[in-house]
């Protein structure tokens, strides 16, 4: 059978618009063209940008300013020992009652614990005695026994202090009692509570721990090596871990006379205001101390690129050319910038904000997965 001819012209028609419609260079825009690597006169490695690709960077120069030099170590919150005090049984006993707990806060002369202890009773009864003895004495014998009596009134009444007893409440005993009280020899806070009611107690027991924390001490350790840097005076700056956003600031005051074998550090001692209780006794501190001036390399944080072997920066050596340089750097400053040691210089430009995307293209034209 013949085909029409109409039919084979539909026929050859369709063919060519089909083939049209799957034209690879119709349909597919052409691929940007990628970043490539070249080398300078020295072999280095650059990475040569599409052109106005670099238009897409900002670049800071590295500059050489001065900056304060610090040493940076650790330290902890103390308390300071002239503001704390500890509350020791002077008698065999028993405890009576507590009237505080771990952590209240007391002010000073506040009763702390009630004790029974027969001792107390034999010197209150030896007081009682000593002044009704002094009152005889005074008003009918001569000037020695009645000196004589007086003295066995103090020696009584010294007795009861001895034993942990106020001025105050010797003065109020009129009868010979086991039973008294302690208190607080200081304002504070209370840092341990060692007994309970009904305690059996001995003399040089520790019943309570109290600490002033309006103002605290921290500690630090300086190596050994580094001692000569730091002297009394210099700045301090301590920042809480618990509090990354406080500094507290003072001066060292002291200076520990010896060095710990094990470790080869010596420990300084700052005294910095607490007001509001934040700074609590062996709270961990980062603490930097000022040691003077000195001129420094310094980069933007954000223009360093961290890999497994270290940081990297990008330097532009040419319009569109760009050198990937491995760089050492110090310890990190709190403006923002780095301070670097080797790998770049004063004057040379470094990729900026986009050192991340630097880096993905660098990979790219390696063939690397970025």
């Given at each position: 059978m013949r085909i029409p001819a109409v039919a084979c012209a539909l026929v050859l028609l369709g063919i060519t618009v089909a083939a049209c419609s799957h034209d690879p260079s119709a349909s597919e825009p052409a691929e940007a063209e990628p970043p490539r690597l070249t080398r300078d006169g020295d072999g280095h490695e650059l990475l040569e940008l599409p052109e106005g690709k670099t238009?897409?960077?900002?670049f800071s120069t590295v500059k050489r300013v001065d900056l304060p030099r610090t040493l940076e170590t650790t330290g902890q919150v103390t308390l300071d020992d002239r503001r704390t005090a500890t509350i020791i049984s002077r008698v065999s006993g028993r405890v009576e009652d507590t009237y505080v707990s771990q952590w209240d806060?007391?002010?000073?002369?506040?009763v702390i614990v009630s004790l029974y202890s027969p001792d107390y009773m034999t010197a209150a009864a030896e007081y009682l005695q000593a002044i009704v003895t002094s009152r005889v004495s005074i008003g009918s014998g001569p000037s020695e026994q009645s000196k004589l009596a007086t003295e066995i009134v103090a020696a009584a009444r010294r007795k009861l202090e001895l034993l942990g007893i106020e001025d105050g409440d010797i003065d109020?005993?009129?009868t010979a009692k086991p039973n008294f009280v302690m208190r607080a020899p200081i304002s504070g806070t209370v840092v341990a509570k060692e007994v309970v009611k009904g305690s059996q107690v001995n003399p040089g027991d520790v019943l309570f721990s109290l600490g002033e924390a309006d103002e605290v001490w921290i500690t630090a350790d300086v190596y050994e090596s580094d001692l000569g840097r730091v002297h009394d005076g210099q700045e301090l700056e301590a920042v809480p871990l618990a509090f990354p956003d406080r500094t507290f600031k003072g001066a060292i005051q002291r200076i520990s006379p010896t060095i710990d074998p094990n470790t080869?550090?010596?420990?300084?001692r700052c005294q910095v205001r607490n007001p509001s209780r934040e700074l609590k006794p062996q709270m961990l501190m980062r603490v930097r101390i000022a040691t003077g001036a000195a001129?420094?390399?310094?980069v933007p944080q954000e223009a360093l690129v961290f890999e497994t072997d270290g940081y990297y920066?990008?330097?532009?050596?040419?319009?569109?050319?760009i050198s990937r340089r491995k760089v050492a750097i110090a310890s990190w400053n709190e403006g923002g910038y780095a301070r670097v040691l080797d790998g770049i210089s004063v004057g040379e430009r470094v990729v900026q904000g986009e050192s991340v995307q630097a880096n993905a293209l660098w990979h790219r034209a390696h063939?690397?997965?970025?």
């Open positions: 238009a897409g960077f900002t806060t007391v002010g000073r002369r506040q109020r005993i009129d080869h550090t010596a420990q300084i001129a420094a390399l310094v920066a990008f330097v532009e050596v040419e319009p569109g050319k063939g690397e997965s970025s």
